[in-house]
């Protein structure tokens, strides 16, 4: 999936300006579906509208400059379509936060509790967003995209509070202050992971 076709699944369920398809893209709801950036929607935008996916209007808005609102033509809800009988790419997971805990057992306990809170603090804003919108599903398929990571984040949560203890845990080895102790190759200091 790309940019372009998040913006045609946004627009399929109603017209909006860019900044409210940013939003919901890079914030909203439709943020746990795909990496996209502010940078990336109003060229994707503009791009469908060439290609004549999206037809915008001008409308007046409450004293304040007019709005550009954008809308999904037929030939955008086929492109849509078409582009959703594709095969999905496989999910992928990226985590500075589990880099980090790669690394826990070098680092002071303090830290790791912090890196740890901070965590669960995510993770419980993103359950909390995602529980809100699956209150409001409408749609079975809705509910089952919107459920799945609701449950991803319980899990995540419930991980994290069931096995902290492995990573504040200094017992498996002494806290080495790396700023002050260096090893002396590279080779001395790799470990398996």
Known sequence: MNTRTLCLGILYFEDMTGYEINKLAA??????????????????????????????????????????????????????????????????FKSEFLFICLYSRYLSEQHMETILNTQLARLAEGLNRLSSAFEICEHNSSKFAIGYGVALHRAAIEYIKLHD????????????????????????EHREI
């Open 165 to 188: 203890h492995l990573l504040t845990d200094k017992d498996e080895a002494p806290f080495v202050n790396t700023a002050e102790a260096k090893p002396n190759s590279v080779k001395e």
């Open 27 to 92: 914030e909203g709801r439709f943020n746990h579906f795909m990496e996209t950036s502010y940078g990336s929607i109003y060229p994707a935008l503009n791009k469908l509208t060439e290609d004549g996916l999206v037809s915008w209007r001008q409308e007046a808005h409450d004293g304040k400059p007019t709005r550009k609102i954008y809308a999904l033509t037929e030939a955008g809800r086929d492109a849509l379509f078409s582009a959703l009988q594709e095969e999905p790419k496989a999910d992928t």
